[in-house]
């Protein structure tokens, strides 16, 4: 257990009612959730619109029917992604309150364990597509908000790249600090941003009213059959419009499902509307050619405190993808798809408020590469939707697998729903899929790594696992021998941390070899992942009493808890085994791995597996055991 991360156990997840909040909770929690939820999404209107202009152009004037037929796109994405999708229905796919595509992931399989080899392949997937989500949305969010500057004053254009990678490195500056303090103005800031999206596109809307016939879809059908050539380009383009949806789901366990939902039906979409009207009506009228119509069409005397308003939304947008990236690492290596990371936990009342050192460094240095290597958010554009698009692709798949066999959904409507849904996420996956060579090879080249590298880490554990149990002997044969003829007895309590509580640990065994003594009371303890975010403290412990020298102790932690050893150990007192700390030692076992032709992976997957395993957090410290308490016993493995 010590060398490798707990082994999930795949269960029945029990859904738990997610408890609406107090009504008193709601207005406060629909203002955070503006701060969190929707900085991804309320930015878009920045640059998605224009950069759909630019395609539907083709180097060409903007004619009127493209603007009716690219906002009438726009519209619909909007409507049937985010509010049918996401509101109406993913939403209701929550793990005990928790979302997220390893949530999803974890109630598929337990819903459909059949497959479980399969959808966790698929979840792999999802997951690996958001980590080039997280490197992208902050570098194209402020990147194309410093890029105002140059609206302002053309002096500004030498100076947007350097803007903003000082920005960005203030920003993951301050992430070791926790966003507890900070989240304190990101709703109302994001609020005076959604406000100024409204107010601006409203009044602009007068510009040229027929700018409303784009709510029908007719526009945007006819748009796409008479264009065929640019239409394809243009709706991977319409698709930066949703870019973000998935963090209604991502952040459902902070907000609860009915804060979210109104925040986006009172005041996110209705304001998104406004807008994006408003720069159509505004490039009808001829005020503007599709070049920057969401700067261009702000007064004077409001550009700069515009451009700052959006500078700031953007930070808060980069910001909850950040944060996004912690909790699915954390996510990942509680389910055993990655190896330990050291997490840091910057508030004392919210568990979920992180901070992981090395991948806010690995996030970083990604974001500032992006910039420096694109130097436009134009440029970035094309580098955005896939993997955008394959995640919510993604859910889609996991979605049907929970209608069906969650809800008990007939065939034929849980079909129907998935194929609408699947036709436009294929839609727009393709579509994005075209713009590979103009920089979408980033999205697929980050989530290729993220893929390789989690799939090695599993497929590396399961040899091990298996390789190492093969030279074991088993644990109840062990303790029935050590039990009538005890070698010498010492007082105490020794605790030996393993992956498979049916096998004697290896640190018992050399223990027994070069000491030659055994404590009065030995445990054999397992750390075991649930297939859900949290477990109740009475669930936490199981305990097996072998004889009077041996008990085998089994802790079960949610995949979204942080294992606190020594804490949940102290709940064994209510079962009988009288825990104490200071007589306690915990035995561990540091394995020192080797490569070898026979592991059944290549070469280069067990080198890969074998730094990852060395790059792996301290067990001691993940498991939050005092170092005085702690003695580690080395092996050598060849894998």
Known sequence: MADANARSEAGEVQPAPHADP????????????????????GTSPIYAFREALHASADGGAVTREAVLGVLSLIIWALTLIVTVKYVIFVLRADNRGEGGTLSLMALARASYPKR?????GVGLCGAALF????????????????????????????????????ILAMLFAVQRFGTASVARIFGPVMALWFLALGVSGAYHIADDLSILLAVNPYYAALYLADEPNVAFVTIGAVFLAVTGAEALYVDLGHFGR??????????????????????????????????????NMM?????????????????????????????????????SLLPRFEVQHTSETQS???????????????????????????????AYGISVTGEMLVTTVLLFVVMRHRWKWQLAGALALTCLFGVIDLGFFSANVAKVLDGGWVSIGVAAVMGLIMWTWVRGSRFLFEKTRKNEIPLDFLANNLAAKPPQLVDGTAVFLTSDPLSAPTALMHSLKHYKVLHKQNVILSVITAQEPKVSEADRVGIE?????????????????????????????????????????????????????????????????????????????????????????GTQVAI
């Open 258 to 295: 009915k804060p979210i939902v109104l925040a986006w039906t009172v005041i996110v979409f209705p304001c998104l509307l406004l807008n994006y009207f408003g720069q159509g009506a505004f490039v009808l009228s001829g005020a503007g050619n599709g070049d920057m119509p969401f700067f």
């Open 131 to 166: 980590f080039g989500d997280a490197i992208i949305t902050p570098a194209i969010s402020v990147l194309s908000a410093v890029e105002g500057l140059g609206v302002v004053t053309p002096a500004f254009d030498p100076f947007v790249v350097p803007i903003t990678l000082v």
């Open 545 to 633: 009493k072998l004889n009077d020298l041996f008990m085998r102790v089994r802790l079960n932690f949610g995949y979204m808890e942080h294992p606190n050893i020594p804490k949940a150990l102290a709940i064994c007192r209510k079962q009988g085994w009288k825990f104490d700390i200071m007589t306690t030692s915990f035995f561990l076992s540091r394995r020192a791995l080797k490569a070898s032709p026979n592991s059944g992976m290549p070469v280069w997957q067990d080198k890969l597996f074998i730094m990852l395993a060395r790059t792996a957090a301290d067990a001691t410290e993940y498991f939050q055991i005092p170092t005085g308490r702690v003695v580690e016993v």
């Open 352 to 382: 979920g408020q992180i901070y992981l050192p090395r991948v806010n460094f690995l996030v970083a240095l990604g974001v500032m590469l992006l910039v420096v290597g694109f130097g436009a958010s134009s440029a970035l554009a094309s």
């Open 299 to 335: 007064p004077d005397w409001a550009l700069l405190p515009v451009v700052i308003l959006a500078t700031a939304a953007t930070v808060i947008a980069s910001q909850a993808v950040i944060s996004g990236a912690y909790s699915l690492t954390r996510q990942a290596v509680q389910l």
């Open 116 to 120: 479980a080899t399969l959808i966790l």
């Open 22 to 41: 107090a009504p008193q909770n709601v207005k406060a929690l629909m203002l955070a959730a503006l701060g969190v939820v929707y900085g991804d999404i």
